[in-house]
């Protein structure tokens, strides 16, 4: 169990990294922080949406840098994690997403199968029902042994970062 008493200074470095995330009218601005409660420096990486090249996520660009560090492909970024690995996304991890690309939710789910991984997810709402329906992605989490938890207290502010140049 990760310790909960950094929970909401990593939240809210998410929250920073979300208003990195350029405006843009057909996805959210989210942030994202990997933790290791166990190693020293406990941050491993940072991401927001439209980071990295391409139709990017704030939880892919965060896994990605994991992978590009480690020299492994995308998709092995779980071997460069920590057993104990956190993340801290303002908004839950995504489960279907417009454009077809892979969903957050698979590429956490992918980072677990060396037996280590994202064991927890802290997310700071629940994704808007705008672009895709009801998001299953915390169901789809749980119901793989991930730990998801709703840190509540920063819901205002994530929605207002992450639907910037939305139109009303
Ligand atoms: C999460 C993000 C992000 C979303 N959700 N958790 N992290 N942008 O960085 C979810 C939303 C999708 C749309 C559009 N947003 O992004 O449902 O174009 O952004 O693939 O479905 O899909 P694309
Ligand atoms: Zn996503």
């Not at 409660?37 to 090249?53: F, K, N, R, W, Y």
């Not at 489960?95 to 280590?116: E, F, K």
């Amino acid at each position: 169990m990760p310790d909960s008493s950094g929970s909401e200074d990593y939240m809210r470095l998410a929250l920073e990294q979300a208003k990195k995330a350029p405006p843009k009218p057909t996805n959210f601005c989210v942030g994202a922080v990997l933790v290791s409660p166990s190693s020293t420096p406990q941050i491993l990486a940072l991401g927001h949406t439209m980071e990295l090249s391409g139709n990017t996520h704030a939880e892919q660009c965060a896994l990605q840098k994991i992978a590009e560090a480690a020299g492994l492909p995308e998709d092995e970024a779980g071997k460069a994690l920590p057993n104990d690995t956190v993340i801290y996304t303002t908004m839950e991890p995504c489960n279907m997403r417009l454009s077809g690309n892979a969903p957050c939710v698979d590429r956490i789910l992918l980072t677990r199968q060396w037996g280590g991984g994202i064991q927890t997810v802290y997310l700071g709402v629940k994704e808007p029902e705008k672009f895709v329906g009801e998001n299953q992605g915390r169901k789809k989490l749980e119901d793989a042994g991930v730990q998801v938890i709703h840190l509540s207290g920063f819901e205002d502010e994530i929605l207002q970062v992450a639907t910037a140049g939305h139109e009303e």
